[in-house]
């Protein structure tokens, strides 16, 4: 009934993960700025606000490229003993969840191309709630997935 | 027909093919023309133009087209009953063979439109929980007749039971029911159920078309029409707007009650509760019946829910919420309007509590009240400064004059915001007692959730960065089956309190 029924020591995903987050961050705000950059310069070029759209998208984009994936690494981390799997994550929007082992109904782990390129895979849990069902933990080596797959399937059939 | 899948099953493990009742053809006639309904707004727009003689035929070839497409479907769906399993063929161009085993039914729900019962017949759906999530339904027999029906669902429990012998089911049948409404209890759910929304598109409906269709109760012409011999009357309306109006809102509003008591009494005429050996079984409608059973065991979550109104005369409303849906409508509705100690009897027939001890309810933080109004207020505040600004002479901020009218109305609005979401913060508290969760939230729409701590699949802490600069946080809870927006969660509690009941909960 104490509160360190949950596991508190939270560990780091793999620092690569950043360049993940950065490339995919890239791949999104790139088409955008170009997207604007054209907007303005066809429609807007004579207004006065010309040239103001890009300028704005473009900073906007920097950060989320630069500022961004430090901030949404430093606080992704997980932790896990032999009952819960706990994963903390976000910036803006933070949220901590707890997901006992024996409420798992099947586990994937996924690599995307990104994922592949920076040698990271994700921790995909999927429980029977309607609600919260699907439980993401990305940055993991595929290493490291793999085992805490093999550690949750264990106590899954354990528990049957 | 059905070697066409060739499936490596011997014959004799299933029962002979059967077809559904001929009838079919009568009863799914509604529905394959309400699909066609692209052609029945074509007539629609035809037999305003005046063109009758096209409208029929039209007509006639909806329902010569409907009538084909039911007999090629009768024709080509069979379906075999085996001791452990059924097997439903059905398709034209794309076959199906469809095996649901007997130990995955969870549910057998038995439905008689009109027409059925005028002949005896029943539509039979087979419930596996596997379609929780989406539309489609697992196995529906779409017209057999009831007999069928109910043997085909005794033969279904008593192969779930094991060999334990009918006669069980035969004694709960006659056993006094769990929970009954009689006509009058009926009516007066329907005198809850009056819709605003309908009042409110009637009135839209009568603004915009009322002049076509010589139905605005607001304008004086309809009612001088209608009172055409009341001299004293014609008058008084014809001397006064505002008495039309009085007299169109009251019209609405009898419409919106009148609405709300039809629809309640076709849907819950009769209500009848029972409980079977493994569940609930509901039996409830007037034109069309439908008798549902729902498994205890499949039972996620209890739901009280009332209003104000509902509140002040101690009404409830008793839903569980349960992997199955109940139709296409979410959780199902074991009694529509019920007082409290009638709602204990249902939820201890199965073992669950409806309330904790007085003393074991908490409050939330009063954040909950000030994170919305540092939300809502300071953009009030910088429009009306704004408008000040525009009255002492600033004349390039003056050139907005709509943002006068909007601090106004945001001036107006805001403390009614906040007297709402005040009165909502305190109709919201929670409690945990020995292994269920009471969570009540929401004052216009109340709602009690009981939620066994064995049902929870995972905790949520969520936070934003608004409600961090607050200090609270929501405790939100995965649970399983219900409706896509109803979730389950605990808002603004402190991080400690929220960190010490979710180590609580996950304790069990």
Known sequence: MTVDVIPADLQRVEPSYRNALRMQAAVFWIPVFLAALVADRLLLADTPVGSLLPVLVGLIGLSGITVAPDRIYRRLGYALDGRLLRTVRGWLFHTDTVVPFVRVQHIDVTRGPVDKMFGTASLVVHTAGTHNSVVVLPGLSPERAAEIRDAIRVEIADAE | MSEAIALPLTDDALGPPERLHPLYLLTGLGKSVKGAWGLLAGAAVLGA???????????????????????????????????????IDSGFLSRTSRAIPFDRVTDVDLEQGPIHRLFGLARVRLETGASAGSKEEDGVLDTISLERAETLREHIRARRRGEKAAPIAQASAEAPPLFAMDNQRVATAG?????????????????????????????????????????????????????AVLAGSVVLILLGIGTGLVRTALREYGFRLDRTETGLRRRRGLLTLTDVTIPAKRVQA???????IRGLFGWWTLKLQSLAMDGKKGDHVIAPLAHEPEAVAILDSFGWPV????????????????????????????????????????????AVPVLGIVAVFWTLAVPALVAIRWMSWRHTRYALEGDTLFVE????????????????????LAENFWSRAFGICTLRLGVAGGGGFADHHVPALSHQEAQSLRARLLSV
Do not use: C
């Open chain 2, 49 to 87: 133009q005046g063109r009758w003689a096209l409208v029929i035929g039209l007509a006639l070839a909806i329902t010569m087209a409907s009538i084909i497409g039911l007999l090629i479907k009768w024709l080509k769906l069979e379906y075999r009953v085996g001791r452990d399993e059924i097997r």
């Open chain 2, 191 to 243: 005198l809850f159920n009056f819709s605003l929304a309908v009042i409110a598109g009637l009135f839209g409906v009568s603004q915009t078309f009322g002049d076509v269709l010589g139905f605005d109760p607001f304008e004086r012409s309809f009612w001088i029409g209608i009172l055409d011999r009341a001299g004293p009357l014609q008058a008084l309306v014809m001397a006064h707007q505002i008495v």
């Open chain 2, 302 to 308: 209890a739901i009280l829910a009332n209003g104000p």
């Open chain 2, 355 to 398: 309330a904790p001890a007085a003393d074991a309810w908490r409050r939330v933080s009063r954040a909950y009240i000030a994170s919305y109004a540092a939300a809502i207020g300071p953009p009030g505040m910088f429009a009306l400064a704004v408008s000040f600004l525009g009255a002492a002479g600033l004349s390039v901020i003056a």
């Open chain 2, 441 to 460: 939230t929401g004052w216009w729409r109340h709602r009690r959730r009981i939620l066994p701590l064995r049902k929870i699949q995972s905790v949520d």
